[in-house]
């Protein structure tokens, strides 16, 4: 079993920046991927961006430029620089992990954290 606990959303102006981190707990030398997924009201669920145990990352076309994600303490906690926030940023974010495959490959969610961009 892997625990997901997330932080760092909020209200921010159109511009600025806000950091999202998500601290995995237990099982953690089971983690192969970690990202964010978000979702904004009436919108479908959509990946952010991700970062696998071999430092490969990926990002919505969206997001390019203007995210970052990084991975560090053992690979056991992810962090989401947010820059240049858009108001069509404002979504719930959720953080996951995957299990490499020989654990079974199974995916785990945070409990989600509010950004809000103001135009």
């Known amino acids: 079993q892997v625990q997901l606990v997330e932080s760092g959303g909020g209200l921010v102006q159109a511009g600025g920046s806000l950091r999202l981190s998500c601290a995995a707990s237990?099982?953690?030398?089971?983690?192969?991927?970690m990202g964010w997924y978000r979702q904004a009201p009436g919108k479908q669920r959509e990946l952010v961006a991700s970062?696998?145990?071999?430092?490969?990352?990926n990002y919505a076309d969206s997001v390019k430029g203007r995210f970052t994600i990084s991975r560090e303490n053992a690979k056991s906690t992810a962090y989401l620089q947010m820059n240049s926030l858009k108001p069509e940023d404002t979504a719930v974010y959720y953080c996951?992990?995957?299990?490499?495959?020989?654990?079974?490959?199974?995916?785990?969610w945070g409990q989600g954290t509010q950004v809000t961009v103001s135009s």
């Open positions: 237990g099982s953690i030398f089971t983690i192969n991927a």
């Open positions: 996951y992990v995957v299990r490499s495959p020989q654990y079974g490959g199974s995916t785990y």
């Open positions: 970062t696998t145990s071999n430092g490969s990352t």
